[in-house]
């Protein structure tokens, strides 16, 4: 058992979180990683401010441990989300992309909130604006790691920064979690680990896809959903690497996102607009590849669709070999890390 000062700041038992994926990080998933002694984050960006509250909820009757929810702040829904997580008191805010606006409204109820970067010079902005602890993102990772790796990402944000760091990217068992507090981390998050577990809702076609894959089989770019980020290499996948901007396959997404999202008509027009108007690069182009994205990524989750579907997914997938339930995965990785520091304090003179 680890005693760190993300353990102490969240109440958890285990330096281990699950990092926020949307449709995956699920209740059931969230409560289990709770429930077995780590921090869960329910993934927001896909829900309706109702489906947000109603998940909350949901938790809230299946564990009474610390959990979290992770909201995207770029694109529609951001800021109704984040009020119901305010008006529910969670305990965890944890952001990416954007300034938390809502810091102050969560530090009154005696929440944390958590800002997510993969640049450096991130890192201390992100303090300034108020986080009480970040995630470090590496290239490893599935989305949204930038072009520095963890073991060379994490030592340099712990240097600038005195907040509670948690390292994420290439992490999928206890050796991970015993170098990422070497690095100078205070715990880990995980995202491709916890999608092979028992309560992941993961097609079953895409969990055999994740143990049979090597630490070469996946694929980086920003044609997935309009910012870098890596992909389990599928046909599709391979694809999208080839192809321009996807004009039609973008209004179809879009018109999911309308139904998924229940955007009224003339707001989903606006953006519609605007995204047609966009040049690449700017923040509307990025939600046109995500409802493309998106797409996709429920043909994987859902269908278990190898061809035609994408399912992101990082580098550790080559290190993934079996499918256990979430309790027996953390009880293994506390177990391994004290192992593996017990075996580098035997190398003391």
């Known amino acids: 058992m680890f005693k760190t000062r993300m353990t102490q700041m969240f109440g958890i038992r285990h330096p281990i979180m699950l990092a926020g994926m949307n449709w995956i990080?699920?209740?059931?998933?969230?409560?289990?990683?709770?429930?077995?002694?780590?921090?869960?984050?329910?993934?927001?960006?896909?829900?309706?401010?109702?489906?947000?509250?109603?998940?909350?909820?949901?938790?809230?009757?299946?564990?009474?441990?610390?959990?979290?929810?992770?909201?995207?702040?770029?694109?529609?829904?951001?800021?109704?989300?984040?009020?119901?997580?305010?008006?529910?008191?969670?305990?965890?805010?944890n952001y990416s992309l954007?300034?938390?606006?809502?810091?102050?409204?969560v530090h009154a109820y005696g929440g944390k909130v958590v800002g997510t970067i993969a640049i450096a010079k991130h890192a201390a902005k992100a303090v300034q604006m108020g986080c009480d602890a970040l995630v470090i993102t590496g290239h490893e990772a599935a989305a949204h790691g930038?072009?520095?790796?963890?073991?060379?990402?994490?030592?340099?944000?712990?240097?600038?920064?005195?907040?509670?760091?948690?390292?994420?990217?290439?992490?999928?068992?206890?050796?991970?979690?015993?170098?990422?507090?070497?690095?100078?981390a205070d715990g880990i998050s995980m995202g491709s680990r916890f999608m092979v577990v028992?309560?992941?809702?993961?097609?079953?076609?895409?969990?055999?896809?994740?143990?049979?894959?090597?630490?070469?089989?996946t694929l980086y770019g920003n044609v997935f959903d309009g910012m870098d980020g890596r992909v389990?290499?599928?046909?599709?996948?391979?694809?999208?690497?080839?192809?321009?901007?996807p004009v039609v396959d973008a209004f179809r997404g879009a018109l999911l996102i309308k139904?998924?999202?229940?955007?009224?008509?003339?707001?989903?027009l606006g953006v519609s607009i605007e995204m047609l108007r966009a040049e690449e690069g700017h923040p509307l182009m990025v939600l046109a590849r995500q409802a493309v994205g998106n797409m996709k990524h429920l043909k994987a989750l859902t269908e278990g669709d190898v061809e035609g579907g994408i399912l992101f997914a990082g580098q550790c997938c080559g290190g993934i070999t079996d499918n256990p339930t979430t309790k027996e995965l953390i009880d293994r990785v506390i177990s391994e890390a004290e192992t593996a520091l017990a075996n580098m304090n035997s190398f003391k003179a």
Not at 259 to 268: H, V, Y
Request: aromatic share 6%; hydrophobic share 50%; net charge positive.
């Open 25 to 93: 990080t699920e209740p059931k998933l969230v409560a289990a990683v709770c429930n077995a002694g780590g921090l869960g984050l329910l993934a927001i960006a896909r829900c309706t401010p109702q489906e947000t509250r109603e998940s909350i909820r949901q938790i809230r009757q299946m564990t009474d441990k610390p959990f979290g929810i992770n909201q995207i702040l770029i694109g529609p829904g951001a800021k109704e989300n984040i009020a119901v997580a305010i008006e529910e008191k969670v305990p965890v805010i």
């Open 98 to 105: 954007g300034k938390p606006w809502f810091v102050n409204d």
């Open 146 to 184: 930038a072009a520095a790796t963890s073991m060379v990402l994490i030592p340099i944000v712990a240097s600038m920064v005195k907040v509670p760091l948690i390292a994420a990217g290439g992490f999928y068992d206890g050796r991970g979690l015993a170098a990422a507090l070497a690095l100078g």
């Open 198 to 217: 028992k309560e992941s809702m993961v097609h079953d076609n895409f969990k055999i896809l994740c143990i049979e894959a090597t630490e070469q089989d």
């Open 232 to 245: 389990l290499k599928t046909k599709e996948a391979q694809a999208m690497l080839k192809r321009g901007f």
């Open 259 to 268: 139904r998924l999202m229940n955007l009224s008509f003339a707001k989903f």
